[in-house]
């Protein structure tokens, strides 16, 4: 009975709207842009710091990395240097590395790298790499997977041993037609045997993106024990570019401190800064802390959303204005049928109802449009470009939800002032 | 019950009060109608007749005085309760018809009951029936805008009678219509007067007035005289099926 009764003021509704098609979409149009704005900017926004979020939580939260870099004074010098050469001597040292595993509360292990560029050679091919000196616990601490063979050893280590693993995409390159395990390749002077193939974290699409850097793949990686890297390549790395001699002695490129919990970084990192501070009269280092930067992203995102919210805010609110605009004019044009009906019984409760009905049908109609329109508009944009989307389940209810909810505040005025006519007038209205 | 008044009011006055100045609109008005009495109130314009109309449609409530609608104190009622009466108790017919255009035919009868929270599906036979009755039996569908004055009119008798009401009220429901198809309307409304409906009827032609029992000419806001045109009889008893009489005197097969 009720269900029917709403039904038929629904339908009720409808029909009236569908009196004047033109006007009502014109209308619609205000609220369907307000929560298509609504889902689709959020849900690029989402998108966006989803990537981000990835991006640093691949960094693992666990840790804190510490990068060796050029101080400032050394860079200034070496550009006005001319053709001298000179070694600039600066970033992270053993020493480092071990004050940091004896005296930082809750350090679980520490991975040192060493970067070296050099070119390595197998039979005809000659590609340019990155050797990166390391301990054992690399793939662990990274997320590196082993496809075959196995990764450095503890042995290896302690013996410098002449070994490497090299990423996946290396060896098809270096090794198009043979098995790359057990062959041996040559790194500036001496000669590595391969133990194991690696493939670093990360998805095939990111690594396809990520495209070339200076001219070689991002991961073409040659992985050596660290003491051997120490021995053989010794502490001094020269650079040539363009000409001249670019010296450096840099004992560790990077260092990742892995901790037991979030809640150690935290307390870690001013102890890590002082320690550093201490020993290092330059800044030649820097810290990279994966949980602030995901804090950070957190507070960005926050902001995004609430300005994102805000701008479509305004907008479902100009859609809502736009309602309430339309509806008075409704009225107005319909004061005689607001009297008629009064004359057959109806109460202005009843009258309130039908054109709340109405502006409620139009925000809702709105609003549903709106969302489908919000829906698709996204998965298009993550289809033919490189952004992602995540369309959000709150923020197509929050969206749809305010439709219904501004059909109800802008449709009170007008529906109200509908009611209060007095019958009479409204039946004298010409 | 027969012949009771349906309508009794005793000095029934209304003002208008427009900033400074007040208009006496109805300024002690006292009659009874009688149960299936046809009454016509005429006047010069400004008379009052309107108002009269409008305070007897419940639509409007007076400054001063009693009005009784059958047993109901109307004079000290509620805007909700006056709705109430109007839709149960009352039928109207205006001089423009006033149908809702976004309605078809049958759902501008059942306008009336909507609001008395019945449902169409129920009524619909019955509404159909007094489309029949206002001979638009064939135009169940059709919109205002398809229908020619008279045509509206009639709908508009069909309408008044959706409640089947006690009393209808029109304020010159040939106004706006040639004489011919305003001959046909009050042909119709004199059938429902011999069917036992209560009508109470304002214009300005005499030629109208004359097929009313009574007629009431008003004059600065009193019923300055009244002329008996015909003895009322009243009923031995209330007719029930007013509707089958109706139909069977248009000679209508029941549907
Ligand atoms: N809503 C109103 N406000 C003020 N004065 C009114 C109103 N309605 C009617 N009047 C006045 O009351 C008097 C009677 O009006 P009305 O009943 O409409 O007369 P009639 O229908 O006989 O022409 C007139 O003087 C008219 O100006
Ligand atoms: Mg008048």
Redesign the interface.
């Known amino acids: 009975?009720i269900a029917?009764?709403a039904i038929?003021i629904v339908q009720?509704g409808i029909?009236?709207l569908?009196?004047h098609k033109m006007r009502s979409a014109l209308t619609m149009l205000g609220i369907i842009f307000g929560v298509c704005s609504v889902i689709a900017m959020l849900a690029i926004g989402e998108g966006a710091s989803y990537e981000a979020q990835e991006t640093i939580k691949k960094l693992g939260s666990n840790n804190i990395i510490i990068r060796s870099i050029k101080p400032p004074e050394d860079t200034s010098s070496g550009s006005s240097g001319g053709r001298r050469s000179y070694v600039s001597e600066h970033g992270i040292t053993y020493k480092d590395a071990g004050r940091i595993q004896g005296t930082i509360p809750g350090v679980g292990s520490v991975l040192p790298m060493r970067i070296i560029r050099e070119n390595v050679i197998f039979d005809q091919n000659n590609i340019p790499v990155q050797v990166i000196g390391t301990h054992p616990n690399y793939p662990e601490m990274t997320g590196a997977a082993i496809m075959r063979g196995r990764f450095l050893s503890s042995t290896d280590e302690g013996r410098q041993a002449n070994v490497c693993v090299i990423t996946v995409s290396l060896a098809e390159r270096l090794f198009p037609y043979q098995d790359p395990i057990e062959e041996e390749v040559r790194l500036g002077a001496d000669y590595y045997q391969v133990v194991g193939l690696l493939q670093e974290q990360g998805t095939e699409k990111q690594r396809a993106q990520s495209g070339n850097m200076e001219g070689q793949p991002l991961d073409s990686n040659i992985y050596i024990p660290l003491s051997t890297a120490r021995s053989r390549f010794g502490e001094v790395v020269i650079n040539r570019s363009a000409g001249s001699f670019n010296a450096e002695k840099v004992e560790l490129h990077q260092l990742t401190v892995q901790f037991h919990n979030p809640e150690s970084v935290e307390a870690a990192v001013p102890q890590i800064e002082s320690l550093f501070q201490r020993f290092h009269k330059r800044k030649d280092y820097e810290f990279i802390v994966p949980l602030q930067l995901l804090r950070q992203a957190e507070q960005t995102k926050r902001i995004f959303n609430i300005v994102l919210g805000s701008i479509a805010a305004i907008s479902l609110i100009v859609g809502g204005i736009g309602i309430m605009n339309i509806m008075l004019a409704t009225v107005t044009e319909r004061t005689?049928?607001i009297?008629?009906?009064?004359?057959?019984?109806?109460?202005?409760?009843?009258i309130i109802t039908q054109f709340l009905v109405e502006t409620v049908v139009l925000s809702f109609g709105g609003g549903l449009i709106g969302v489908m329109a919000g829906v698709i508009i996204p998965l298009l944009v993550s289809h033919f470009t490189d952004m992602k989307a995540i369309i959000t389940w709150w923020s197509v209810i929050l969206a749809f939800s305010i439709s219904g909810l501004i059909g109800v505040v802008f449709g009170i005025y007008p529906a109200s002032s509908a009611a209060n006519l007095d019958?009479?007038d409204a039946?004298r209205h010409e | 019950m027969t012949g009771k008044p349906i309508i009794s009011i005793k000095g029934l006055e209304k003002l208008y009060i427009l900033g400074e100045v007040e208009v006496r609109a109805l300024r002690g008005v006292s009659v009874d109608i009688e149960e299936g009495s046809y009454v016509a109130i005429m006047g010069p314009s400004g008379s009052g007749k309107s108002t009269m109309l409008n305070v007897l449609g419940c639509l409007d409530r007076p400054t001063a005085g009693q009005y009784f609608l059958g047993d109901e104190n109307v004079a000290t009622m509620g805007d909700d309760e006056l709705s109430d009466i109007r839709g149960r108790r009352l039928g109207f017919i205006f001089q423009s018809y006033n149908l809702i255009h976004q309605l078809t035919v049958v759902e501008n009868i059942y306008v009336p009951l909507f609001y008395q929270g019945k449902d169409l599906k129920d009524y619909e036979r019955h509404c159909e029936r007094l489309a029949n009755l206002v001979g638009l039996g064939e135009r169940l569908d059709h919109r205002p805008k398809q229908l020619s004055g008279g045509q509206q009119q009639r709908v508009a008798i069909a309408r008044s009678l959706v409640n089947d009401p006690l009393m209808i009220l029109a304020d010159e429901p040939t106004g706006n219509l040639d004489s011919k198809t305003g001959t046909e309307v009050l042909n119709l409304m004199d059938k429902l007067n011999e069917a036992g409906k209560t009508i109470v009827l304002v214009t300005h032609g005499p030629e109208v007035a004359e097929r009313a029992h009574r007629v009431l000419h008003m004059k600065d806001g009193v019923i300055d005289r009244e002329v008996i045109n015909r003895k009322f009889e009243p009923r031995k008893q209330a007719n029930s099926d007013w509707l089958s009489a109706i139909e069977e005197s248009l000679g209508l097969k029941t549907p």
Not at chain 1, 339 to 350: M, Y
């Open positions: 009975m029917y009764r038929r009720l029909k009236s569908l009196l005689r049928e009297g008629v009906r009064r004359a057959l019984g109806a109460k202005k409760k009843d019958p009479i039946l």
